[in-house]
């Protein structure tokens, strides 16, 4: 059996059992960014249920132009429903042992790229160090005018040995514009 053939059978034992209907907006008010690795899913890894939160992965789990872009239409889609709340907290996941920190040595390019910077830049953007990564991360959405100054930020690191997630920063308001 081919792994798609089992993901339907999967779904259509899913489909079958009894669920309530969601509403549109997650139920936590929350969104997530955290990385593609399939061992950091924050369904299992942070007891998430379905319709409590929305999510974006990426490589890295890291604050990227086109995160940002994500970022920028969800806070559109979530505006067109009257009953929306007024702010969501955002989640920074990261991990350890993340595939885009072996990138460093041979693919400076790549994460150039990747992270909208010059080669040279690269090494700050901390892609082989989670912890430093999410403090890069709060500050790119700290310095950036078009995030809310009022949101609510927290990173965490999860540890892919231990399966257990830390607050490593977090920031609420997201910065003072006093």
Same mark, same amino acid.
């Given at each position: /059996?081919?792994?798609? #053939?089992?993901?339907?059978?999967?779904?259509?034992?899913?489909?079958?059992? #009894? =669920? &309530?209907?969601?509403?549109?907006?997650? *139920?936590?008010? *929350?969104?997530?960014?955290?990385?593609?690795?399939?061992?950091?899913?924050?369904?299992?890894?942070?007891?998430? &249920?379905?319709?409590?939160? @929305? /999510?974006?992965?990426?490589? !890295? !789990?890291?604050?990227?132009?086109?995160?940002?872009?994500? +970022?920028? +239409?969800?806070?559109?889609?979530?505006? *067109?429903?009257?009953?929306?709340?007024?702010?969501?907290?955002?989640?920074? +996941?990261?991990?350890?042992?993340? !595939?885009?920190?072996?990138? /460093?040595? #041979? =693919?400076?390019?790549?994460?150039?790229?990747?992270?909208?910077?010059?080669?040279?830049?690269?090494?700050?953007?901390?892609?082989?160090?989670?912890?430093?990564?999410?403090? @890069?991360? /709060?500050?790119?959405?700290?310095?950036?005018?078009?995030?809310?100054?009022?949101?609510? @930020?927290?990173?965490?690191?999860?540890?892919?040995?231990?399966?257990?997630?830390?607050?490593? &920063?977090?920031?609420?308001?997201?910065?003072?514009?006093?």
């Amino acid at each position: /059996m081919s792994a798609a #053939d089992e993901l339907l059978t999967r779904n259509e034992r899913f489909a079958e059992a #009894d =669920h &309530e209907e969601l509403g549109f907006l997650p *139920t936590l008010s *929350t969104l997530i960014l955290t990385c593609a690795d399939h061992r950091v899913d924050p369904a299992h890894t942070l007891g998430l &249920e379905l319709g409590e939160a @929305v /999510m974006i992965r990426n490589g !890295g !789990g890291r604050v990227t132009p086109a995160a940002i872009q994500n +970022m920028a +239409m969800l806070a559109a889609v979530r505006h *067109t429903d009257p009953n929306a709340p007024e702010q969501f907290e955002l989640i920074l +996941m990261q991990h350890t042992d993340c !595939g885009v920190g072996r990138l /460093m040595a #041979d =693919h400076t390019d790549a994460l150039a790229a990747y992270f909208g910077v010059a080669p040279e830049e690269v090494p700050a953007q901390s892609p082989d160090d989670p912890y430093r990564g999410i403090r @890069v991360d /709060m500050e790119k959405l700290a310095s950036n005018p078009l995030i809310p100054a009022s949101l609510s @930020v927290s990173g965490f690191v999860y540890d892919v040995k231990t399966g257990r997630a830390e607050l490593v &920063e977090r920031r609420a308001p997201l910065r003072d514009d006093a």
